[in-house]
């Protein structure tokens, strides 16, 4: 079910709710948090209702979107809330701002929040500097941006450092969950050599490799080298290498090791709405993923 409500308030749009809460059958009792979506326009805002209504199907949430519009524009907020089938196994409030509206959106926000239930912001592109300081972002626990989208991704990854705080995550680093996963279990068999040296190699505009780089950084301490070229990451021990490669588009990827068969992994690119799944897992701090920025620092950029 889908209603709009043009030209209306936010009292309006919580006692339409309510109506259809009583009339429907609509509840909001599993409900587990509040995804609230920043979005920069009302193009983007579809994309970023798709992923959420994926990720509430593991998270039953209601998902609020703000959609900025004209700041130029007569004040106006025009809303649309979707519940049942259209909203997955949230209920999702769109609340498209124009006006002044759009330099408030903590206060258009805030009688949506469900009361005892915790609060995530999410970026999807146009993150602020420091999200823990914006308006949304101090109401959240949890806050997430997305560097892939960024008009520069590298330089953006590289200041999540400067601006982080306890409960940022950013997807780009839920995009590598299983490459951590693979190389983990790789370095995990004999011989049990420390490793020598690292490199890292694929496109320039994908701030995961970023991440993945800056984590082996972390944790390896050994020089660790981000280039442009082929999806590749290798390890150098001294008597073993491990390499594992990927097509940059391909789903399939290759595990060599120095001395044995070649073996053929599934590796697929993880979709946006996997990677907010994963990270509504977890609303406390990501420590590893502080650590994995603070290796940024350490990465040998050629």
């Not at 809460?21 to 909001?28: D, L, Q």
């Not at 949506?112 to 609060?119: G, I, M, R, Y």
């Not at 420091?130 to 997430?144: E, M, N, Q, Y």
């Not at 953006?156 to 950013?170: H, V």
Request: charged share 30%; glycine share 6%; with cysteine.
């Amino acid at each position: 079910m889908i209603v709009d409500m043009p030209d209306t308030k936010t009292g309006e749009v919580t006692k339409r709710i309510v109506q259809l809460r009583e009339s429907n059958g609509v509840i909001t009792m599993g409900r587990v948090l509040t995804l609230v979506v920043c979005t920069l326009d009302s193009s983007e805002a579809e994309h970023a209702i798709e992923a959420a209504n994926e990720a509430s199907r593991e998270h039953p949430c209601r998902v609020v979107v703000l959609a900025r519009g004209d700041r130029e524009a007569p004040t106006r907020l025009d809303a649309q809330i979707r519940v049942g089938g259209d909203a997955g196994a949230a209920e999702v409030i769109v609340l498209r701002l124009q006006g002044q509206l759009v330099n408030h959106e903590s206060s258009v926000v805030t009688p949506f929040l469900l009361p005892d239930t915790p609060v995530v912001a999410w970026w999807p592109r146009g993150a602020p500097e420091f999200p823990s300081k914006d308006s949304v972002g101090r109401l959240a626990g949890r806050r997430i941006t997305d560097a892939t989208f960024a008009a520069d991704p590298q330089a953006a990854i590289k200041k999540r450092l400067r601006s982080y705080a306890s409960g940022d995550t950013d997807l780009a680093w839920s995009r590598i969950t299983y490459w951590r996963a693979l190389l983990a279990s790789a370095m995990d068999e004999p011989p049990f050599e420390p490793v020598d040296s690292v490199t890292v190699s694929g496109l320039r505009d994908e701030p995961a490799l970023d991440m993945l780089a800056g984590w082996l950084a972390a944790r390896l301490d050994c020089p660790v080298r981000r280039r442009t070229g082929p999806l590749r990451v290798e390890l150098h021990r001294p008597t073993v290498s491990i390499a594992i490669e990927r097509p940059q588009t391909g789903r399939t990827a290759t595990l060599t090791r120095t001395g044995e068969p070649v073996q053929r992994i599934a590796l697929a690119r993880r979709e946006t709405r996997d990677c907010l799944a994963e990270d509504l897992r977890r609303l406390d701090a990501d420590e590893i993923y502080a650590e994995a920025l603070a290796g940024i620092e350490r990465v040998i950029y050629e």
